[in-house]
Nanobody, 126 residues
Framework: QVQLVESGGGLVQAGGSLRLSCATS????????MGWFRQTPGKEREFAAA????????FYSDSVKGRFTISRDNAKNTVYLQMNSLKPEDTAAYYC???????????????????WGQGTQVTVSS
């Protein structure tokens, strides 16, 4: 079992920045990959970024590449999503997710992940 708690969301103007945090607890030693997804009402959950625990490789959606950066702090068992140059279309609830699978083939797919946080709201005003 793993618990994930997101924080850092809020209201920001277009062009601004936010840093989301995802604190993990429980069987964190069993986590091999983590991801950030976002969702707006009436739409499917959309992939934003992922990071592999072992080789620290990262993967981004085209919509956030160059603006968002995913990173981790092992000592704090926390994953971050630094979001720069925010746009109104980035407005969504943001969720972090953890996978216990050693290898995942499609980090952008929600069903690759085993645990999810409750989400944190990001609102970008124009």
């Amino acid at each position: 079992q793993v618990q994930l708690v997101e924080s850092g969301g809020g209201l920001v103007q277009a062009g601004g920045s936010l840093r989301l945090s995802c604190a993990t607890s429980g069987r964190t030693f069993a986590i091999y990959h983590m991801g950030w997804f976002r969702q707006t009402p009436g739409k499917e959950r959309e992939f934003a970024a992922a990071i592999s625990w072992g080789d620290i490789s990262t993967f981004y959606s085209d919509s956030v590449k160059g603006r968002f950066t995913i990173s981790r702090d092992n000592a704090k068992n926390t994953v971050y999503l630094q979001m720069n140059s925010l746009k109104p279309e980035d407005t969504a609830a943001y969720y972090c997710a953890a996978s216990f699978s050693l290898r995942i083939t499609s980090p952008q797919r929600p069903d690759e992940y085993d645990y999810w946080g409750q989400g944190t709201q990001v609102t970008v005003s124009s």
